[in-house]
């Protein structure tokens, strides 16, 4: 369906800034006879074998590898990603399908509870209809580390995904029903964010989750709460990345730079606070400004680009001023700071230092790609950097010494914390924070007990209850 311009659901190519296709915004009457649908699927679906569901799960990851080019190519179109890190993109959803077809039965299969008589044990059921509310960085990923969990567990999924990713967002229920999915075990909504709220509240939608900023999470939230529904929430980070006194520094400039420039910095867990100790600091900043002195910017098609523009012309705004303010404030640019005098949400590769807590750049999350780095005199004081922020998603520490790295990663208040690695994603490991990065995990198995009731049977007589 097309309309005016005026719909939000649209792809504007960040490349050109250009307007490439447009979607109508679906009526409540159609989205209340898609609830009904998903709803339907479930009354079937949550009664399927687990090899059924794997076999979809299965067939959704061989689609998804054969068409990984074209895919990845649609994700530099809507939101300007890299085609190399789309490809990556698209093959890590397809390991989390596998993963979950692999899985799934073993992580769900009941668990025996150690009782003095008789026996019990715990057996986890779907619950039914999940909403899932997703934004445009990751516009595959994002959307499947929900989906193939809650597939895998028998529940039925109705995704809003961002409305500047409609193309990622209609393909992929294309292609889990070319797998074998029923209609209505995994529907996309065409609706703006403003209706989101309203539809938690949906009596049919039984668990929440959204992955987006702090007021859209706590509106989604309490829009849950409030008619008693599970939800889960990943509202983005500021990460810090400790580099320690004898850490290789070569490989800490490496990884932390350029680990800052992946997506073009819109990444939750990028490493967005540089925290290097002072014996190293000048060395540190000096590698790192000859790095992205170098770097190529350009169209993300072309292999040889190696920053991608922003997703929007919105986005690249917004990241200028932050940089702006924080010089205003104080801050030193080492670096870039400005927009590329050329056509669509382009950046320079960008370094602040001298960033003080009196600063907004200080605590918030500056979502693109700039490399904030913190001089501190002690390890302590690092921890205390680290810790500055209301949001506690991942981290990195690194050093040679790995029970050093893994003491300072102990203090850290995130959900996760690499030792020598930017924080990063595979199936296996579950993914989430804490703080004002949100609650719940997604991926491994913590994300697919996450939405399934965990329902104790217990066998005795009632002589020997417990």
């Known amino acids: 369906m097309k309309m005016s311009n ?14 490439e296709k447009i979607y109508a915004e679906m009526t409540m009457a159609q989205i ?42 649609l994700c530099t179109i ?9 490809i990556a993109e698209v093959e890590l959803c397809a390991d989390i399908f596998d993963y979950y077809a692999n899985e799934g039965a073993n992580l769900l299969a009941d668990k025996p509870i150690p009782v003095k008589y008789g026996k019990a044990f715990l057996t986890y059921d779907s619950i039914g209809v999940l909403l899932t509310v997703q934004p445009w960085n990751f516009p595959f990923y994002q959307i499947t580390r929900t989906a193939a969990a809650n597939i895998m567990a028998g529940n039925t999924v ?48 039984k668990g929440a989750s959204l992955t987006g900023s702090k007021p859209a999470g706590a509106s989604f939230a309490s829009a849950a709460a409030s008619c008693v529904k599970k939800s889960t929430l990943e509202l983005g980070g ?6 320690l006194a004898d850490a290789d ?5 490496q990884t932390a730079a350029l680990g800052r420039l992946f997506n073009a910095g819109q990444v939750c867990v990028s490493p967005k606070r540089i925290i290097v100790l002072q014996s190293v600091a000048d060395e540190f900043i000096e590698k790192a400004k000859s790095l992205y002195q170098n770097i190529v910017v350009g169209d993300p098609l072309d292999p040889n680009t190696q920053l991608a523009p922003l997703n929007s012309e919105k986005a690249v705004q917004k990241v200028i001023k932050q940089v702006e303010l924080a010089v205003t404030e104080g801050a030193k640019l080492v670096l870039g700071g400005k927009r590329l005098a050329r056509e669509g949400a382009f950046m320079q590769p960008t370094i602040l230092t001298d ?11 500056i979502f693109g790609p700039v490399l904030c780095i913190y001089v501190v005199q002690s390890i302590d004081e690092a921890i205390k950097i ?81």
């Open 249 to 253: 520094l070569d490989l800490a400039v």
């Open 386 to 466: 680290a810790n500055a922020t209301e949001f506690g998603l991942g981290g990195s520490v690194f050093g040679k010494d790995e029970k050093e790295a893994i003491r300072v990663a102990r203090q850290i208040i995130t959900g996760m914390v690499y030792i020598n690695h930017t924080t990063g994603i595979a199936p296996e490991l579950p993914f989430g924070g804490t703080k004002a990065s949100g609650y719940g995990r997604e991926q491994a198995e913590a994300g697919i007990h996450e939405f399934v009731n965990p329902k104790l049977i217990r066998v005795t007589t009632p002589d020997a209850a417990y």
């Open 355 to 365: 960033i003080k807590p009196n600063m907004k750049a200080y605590s918030e999350e």
């Open 32 to 73: 209340d006879a898609l609830f009904a649908k998903a709803d339907d699927a479930y009354q079937s679906w949550h009664k399927t074998s687990f090899p059924e569901r794997a076999q979809v799960l299965h067939n959704a990851a061989t689609i998804l590898r054969e068409r990984k080019q074209s895919l990845a190519k």
């Open 158 to 205: 109705v995704l809003k995904h961002a409305s500047n990713v409609p193309q990622c967002a209609d393909i992929m229920e294309k292609i889990l029903r070319e797998a074998g999915a029923p209609e209505g075990v995994y529907t996309n909504l065409f609706i703006s964010g403003s209706k989101v709220s309203e539809l938690v509240t949906d009596p049919r939608v």
């Open 238 to 243: 500021s990460d810090p990345f400790i580099v």
């Open 6 to 19: 005026e719909s939000p659901i649209k792809t504007v190519n960040p490349t050109t800034n250009k307007v």
């Open 78 to 86: 809507e939101m300007g990603k890299l085609l190399r890190e789309g």
